[in-house]
């Protein structure tokens, strides 16, 4: 019972990698770098292994002829050829001496600039710190100006709500003033007239 199970769990996942695999078009070649097939099945390296069947083939052929150009050719000619063959060596490796030379000096001046900008990278990116740091200090500072403000303004509203408060007082005392001194003079007019 419990071995049927694995398998069909096995079957399944056969199943999914097969699926998986039959959609050519995720398919990568590692030889040729194109999709929708393998190495196994690429066109460009089957026609290498033919042309390299064709190139043994004419190499033996070459081989042969060449050992029998070799018998014919006298020394004169040999040595012809070796010397054509140094010319040409001796100008390929001054050409190549020329050329390694304008390497060494492109890398050295290229190694140079590479120095002075990581040079600048770091001084930027310390720049860039401490204005950071500065940018925190002064947000903070600019927070704590905003709740000193809010505090100022509450205490000028109250500032204000108090003076409009003591011209109310006076108000009022002047009004009770005016009605006392009025009751007091309606007392001494009710004075005279009940003396009367």
């Not at 050519?24 to 196994?40: G, L």
């Not at 040409?88 to 001054?94: A, M, P, R």
């Not at 001496?97 to 001084?123: A, P």
């Not at 740091?133 to 809010?150: H, M």
Request: aromatic letters at 6%; proline letters at 1%; glycine letters at 2%.
């Amino acid at each position: 019972m419990w071995k049927n199970k694995g398998r069909s769990k096995r079957k399944n996942y056969y199943k999914k990698f097969t699926k998986e695999t039959k959609d050519k078009s995720q398919m990568v070649c590692y030889e040729c770098k194109k999709p929708r097939h393998f190495k196994s099945e690429c066109s460009s390296l089957e026609k290498e292994k033919e042309k390299k069947k064709k190139n043994t083939f004419f190499k033996k052929k070459k081989g042969l002829m060449e050992i029998m150009d070799d018998l014919d050719l006298s020394s004169s000619e040999e040595e012809d050829e070796e010397a054509n063959i140094c010319l040409v060596e001796k100008k390929t490796t001054n050409h190549l001496q020329t050329s390694y030379q304008e390497l060494l000096s492109n890398s050295s001046s290229l190694s140079i600039g590479y120095k002075d900008l990581k040079k600048n990278f770091s001084k930027l990116s310390k720049e860039f710190d401490a204005l950071h740091k500065e940018t925190d200090l002064l947000k903070k500072e600019n927070g704590s100006l905003k709740e000193e403000k809010d505090k100022n303004l509450s205490s000028v509203n109250t500032l204000e709500v108090n003076k409009k408060l003591q011209e109310e007082v006076i108000d009022l005392r002047q009004s009770l003033a005016k009605f006392v001194n009025g009751s007091k003079n309606l007392r001494k007019i009710l004075k005279h007239e009940i003396h009367l």
